[in-house]
């Protein structure tokens, strides 16, 4: 079992720069595919970008190519989203999810690929 907890959310202008960060508990952290995803009020959540175990395997959705940044330092068991160039329609309360996996280039990219998930954090851009 793995817990996470998110942190770095808050209220940046259009164009500004957030860095989330994913801290996971237990010991196992090295074998979690992690994800970021984010649910905007009235939509449904959706993948932001993952990350497999070993960290050489990447997933992002296409609006947020080229801005964001998905990585994981194992030795500190905590996931990051460096977001950059902000734009309004990124605001969306931004969560991490985790899930076990034996391949160590697997990334999952639908919240049903994963087990367990945060409580969030709140990023908001304005214009």
């Known amino acids: 079992q793995v817990q996470l907890v998110e942190s770095g959310g808050g209220l940046v202008q259009a164009g500004g720069s957030l860095r989330l960060s994913c801290a996971a508990s237990?010991?196992?952290?090295?074998?979690?595919?992690m994800g970021w995803f984010r649910q905007a009020p009235g939509k449904e959540r959706e993948i932001v970008a993952a990350?497999?175990?070993?960290?050489?395997?990447?997933y992002y959705r296409d609006s947020v190519k080229g801005r964001f940044t998905i990585s994981r330092d194992n030795t500190k068991n905590t996931a990051y989203l460096q977001m950059n160039s902000l734009k309004p329609e990124d605001t969306a309360l931004y969560y991490c999810?985790?899930?076990?996996?034996?391949?160590?280039?697997?990334?999952?990219?639908?919240?049903?690929?994963?087990?367990?998930w945060g409580q969030g954090t709140q990023v908001t851009v304005s214009s």
């Open positions: 999810a985790a899930e076990r996996t034996s391949y160590d280039r697997a990334v999952y990219t639908t919240a049903v690929g994963y087990s367990y």
């Open positions: 237990g010991r196992t952290f090295l074998t979690y595919a």
């Open positions: 990350i497999s175990w070993g960290g050489a395997s990447t």
